[in-house]
């Protein structure tokens, strides 16, 4: 078993547990600000599980009819979370706008302020994980559920804020006022989620960092070349394409343009993890001049 695919499964795990404590801490409270914390909880579950089959999908080796693999599954998985993030803080402006007009006293909110606490700890815990090692292993569903949960942790805290200000004060209209403001954070972070996996969805080219990485490979790996040009770059997941021309003398043999694709590829590689190098190789009367010089 890959380390994503265990890295998903404990976020199924660990959502269980979480949203357990948050319905413990709703039935407790009766509070409208908890049950939607509860509500945006479930979301986790679900995210959890398409991040869960997006990974297994995007392991899957080309195919016949997938010959460039499958790892923008784990995209259409990120874009699942972002859009379910959105449907979690319009159902929580929901249930905040059904209760600040009827606000009513809770039932043992600091009982319930406590075990709620506990599942925002254990959330940030694990979505600092996710996005760490979500990261390491370049997983876009990996690193959106992170930061999926990040929204849980700070919805958590503002919760948390809103029902201890209204237990000190007995202004009870602050928990839900202070739901349906945390609704509005999450909208936005939902909004960033989809937008991010769309980008790969579209075949974005890669950072200009990463890119200025691939510029420089090519420049001090490809020599006995003349230049490369019409340089393309996309991400898939976990994989990044990398596509361009490279210019070669017209007596160069076969044998010679080949090594050098070979170096540059073995450098690219390393550069760029899990990099997929496509080359097409030019005579010298082919050449630009406006793409990468190449050094000597």
Known sequence: MSDALKLALG??????VVLCLKVLAWWMTGSVAL??????????????????????????PPDANHPYGHHKAEFFSAVLEGVMI???ALFILREAYATVFSPQALDAPLEGLLINGAATVLNAVWASVLVRRGGGLRSPA??????????????SAGVAAGVLMAMLTGWWVLDPLM???????????????VTQSLSGLMDEAVPEETLARVRDV????ASGAVEAHDLRTRHAGSATFIDFHLVVPAEMTVYDAHEICDRVEAAMGEAVPDARVTIHVEPEHKSKHTGIVVLD
């Open 11 to 16: 976020s199924l795990v660990i959502g269980c």
């Open 86 to 88: 959105i449907v979690a």
């Open 218 to 221: 090519i420049s001090t790996e």
């Open 35 to 60: 049950l939607s914390d509860a509500l945006e909880s479930t979301v986790n579950l679900a995210t959890a599980f398409a991040a869960l089959v997006a990974i297994r999908v995007a392991a899957r």
């Open 142 to 155: 990996l690193v959106a559920d992170g930061k999926h949960l990040w929204t849980d942790v700070v919805t």
């Open 179 to 193: 739901a349906a403001a945390v609704a509005a954070h999450i909208l936005w972070s939902g909004s960033r989620v």
